[in-house]
Structure formats: structure tokens, C-alpha cells
């Protein structure tokens, strides 16, 4: 399982740019995202597989964690290189509280 935190995962920004993948619905990710961040909603996800590269890395980013988890672990069993983010667009809330 790769996973990271919402520290470690700023701090690896701030070193190179990063593909985030946020999963979560259009209206959320339209009401607030990380910038460059890429909306591919869970729903629509499966479907578009095709517009990603087995050569990059993604940060999969959702609400709380949960969805990301999954869908991180999809995308590896897929053969691409995925991290969740613990805690989600949740915890980078809370952080910048």
C-alpha cells in the first residue's frame, strides 16, 4: 500500500512537480482544488484510464482518504504508480486551520 500524509506530500511539492489526481465529484473539485490538480471523478475514472501514463506518479486525492485508498490501490493493481493522500482534501483543510 503507498500512502503519505498530507505533510510528506507538501514537502515533496515543494521539491518537483507532482500529478494530483482528485477523484472527487465536479462540484467539489470546481468549489475548491489544489492547483494543477486533475478532476477525474470515481464515476468516470475506470472510463479514462486511457489519459494516464504508467510512467508518472499520481496523488490520488478524495474527501476524507477513503475513495483515494481505493482507488489508489486500483491503479497500482492496473500498473501504474499511485500514492494516496490520508485524510484527504479533510486534512489539508485542517492543516491550513
Known sequence: MRSM?????QAIV????????????????????????????????????????????YYVLSHSGRRSDIIAQFLNNEGFNAYHIIGGMKAFRQLAA
Do not use: C, W, Y
Not at 500524509?5 to 506530500?9: E, L, P, R, T
Not at 494543477?36 to 471523478?41: H, L
Open 5 to 9: 500524509n498530507v505533510q510528506d506530500f
Open 14 to 57: 515543494g521539491q518537483k512537480e507532482v500529478v494530483i489526481l482528485d477523484i472527487r465529484d465536479k462540484g467539489a473539485f470546481e468549489e475548491f482544488h489544489l492547483p494543477n490538480a486533475i478532476s477525474m471523478p470515481t464515476t468516470s475514472l475506470p472510463n479514462r484510464l486511457h489519459e494516464l501514463d504508467k510512467e508518472t506518479t
